[in-house]
C-alpha cells in the first residue's frame, strides 16, 4: 500500500481523533474525576484514615519540634493537595464549558487551546494560596497557637477568623467574585485568548475570581483543624453549593450570618 501524502496524512490523522474529540467533556470529567479522587486518596493517607493506629497530625507535620525547609515543603505540598480536592470539584463546571467552547473554536479554524493548561493556571493560583497558608500555619506553630488537632487553640483568634469569613460573605468583592464563577460564559466569550498560552492566562484569571470568592472559607480550616476530613468536605460542599445553586448569594449571606453569630458566641465565650 502506498504511503499517504502529508496532506492526505494529517487530514486521515485528524479525521481519527474528531470522534475523541466530541468526546471532550467526557474525557475532561473523567480526568477532574481522577484527580479529585487522587487528592482525597492523598489526604486520607496523610490524615490516618488509610492507616491504623495513626494520628492525623502526626502523619501532617511535627507538631511540637521548630519547623525546618523540610517540614514547610510538605506542608505546601498537603495545602496544594487540599486545595486540589476542595476547588475542582467546583472547577468541573468552567472547565468543561471551556473545551465545549475551544472544540467549536477549534472546528471553525483556530487551533484547539488545551483545557489542560487551563486548569494548569487554574491550579498554579490555588498553589500560590497554599504557600500563603503554608506561612500561616509556619507563623500558628512557631506562636504554639495551634492543637494537636492542628486547629487554632485560641477561641478568640478563633472567633475573628469565622467572624471575618462571615463578615467577607457581604462585601461587593465577594459578591463580584461570586457572579463571575456562577456565570463564566461570558468571561469566556468576551476574554478568549488562543493558544495554549492564552488558555493558561485564561486559567489564571479565573483563578483569581475563584480565589476572591473563596480564600477566607479556606481560612476556616485553621478553625476546625487543617487535617479534619469532615470539615474540609462542609466547606468543599458549601463552596459548590453557592456556586451551581440559582440563588448562591442567597446561601453565601445566609452562611455568613451564620459564622458571624458563631464567631461572636466563640471569641465571647474565649
Known amino acids: 500500500m502506498l504511503p499517504l501524502p ?4 494529517g487530514t486521515a490523522r485528524a479525521d481519527a481523533l474528531t470522534p475523541w474529540l466530541k468526546r471532550d467533556r467526557l474525557l475532561v470529567s473523567l480526568g477532574l474525576v481522577g484527580l479529585v479522587a487522587l487528592a ?3 489526604l486520607l493517607r496523610r490524615a490516618g484514615a488509610l492507616s491504623p493506629g495513626s494520628l492525623g497530625h502526626e502523619m501532617a507535620m511535627p507538631r511540637t519540634a521548630p519547623w525546618g525547609t523540610a517540614d ?3 506542608t505546601a505540598i498537603m495545602w496544594a493537595v487540599m486545595m486540589a480536592a476542595m476547588m475542582l470539584p467546583s472547577a468541573a463546571p468552567v472547565l468543561l464549558l471551556f473545551s465545549t467552547v475551544n472544540r467549536k473554536r477549534g472546528a471553525q479554524g483556530p487551533p484547539a487551546v488545551p483545557t489542560a493548561m487551563f486548569l494548569l493556571g487554574y491550579l498554579l493560583v490555588w498553589g500560590g494560596f497554599s504557600l500563603l497558608a503554608t506561612a500561616a500555619q509556619w507563623g500558628l506553630h512557631a506562636l504554639m497557637l495551634l492543637s494537636p488537632g492542628l486547629a487554632i487553640a485560641s477561641p478568640l483568634l478563633g472567633g475573628l477568623i469565622l467572624g471575618a469569613a462571615g463578615a467577607y460573605q457581604f462585601t461587593p468583592l465577594k459578591k463580584a ?3 463571575h464563577c ?3 460564559l461570558d468571561f469566556l466569550l468576551t476574554r478568549w485568548r488562543e493558544g495554549a498560552g492564552g488558555a493558561l492566562r485564561m486559567g489564571l484569571r479565573h483563578g483569581a475570581y475563584c480565589l ?3 480564600w477566607v472559607l ?3 480550616l485553621f478553625v476546625g483543624g487543617v487535617m479534619n476530613l469532615t470539615w474540609i468536605a462542609l466547606i468543599a460542599g458549601f463552596v459548590l453549593l453557592e456556586k451551581v445553586v440559582a440563588r448562591g448569594m442567597l446561601v453565601s449571606r445566609l452562611a455568613g450570618s451564620l459564622l458571624l453569630v458563631w464567631g461572636v458566641t466563640l471569641a465571647w465565650r474565649g
Open 6 to 9: 502529508d496532506s492526505d496524512a
Open 40 to 42: 482525597w486518596l492523598d
Open 72 to 74: 514547610g515543603a510538605a
Open 177 to 179: 467574585c461570586l457572579v
Open 182 to 184: 456562577q456565570s463564566p
Open 212 to 214: 476572591g470568592c473563596c
Open 218 to 220: 479556606m481560612a476556616l
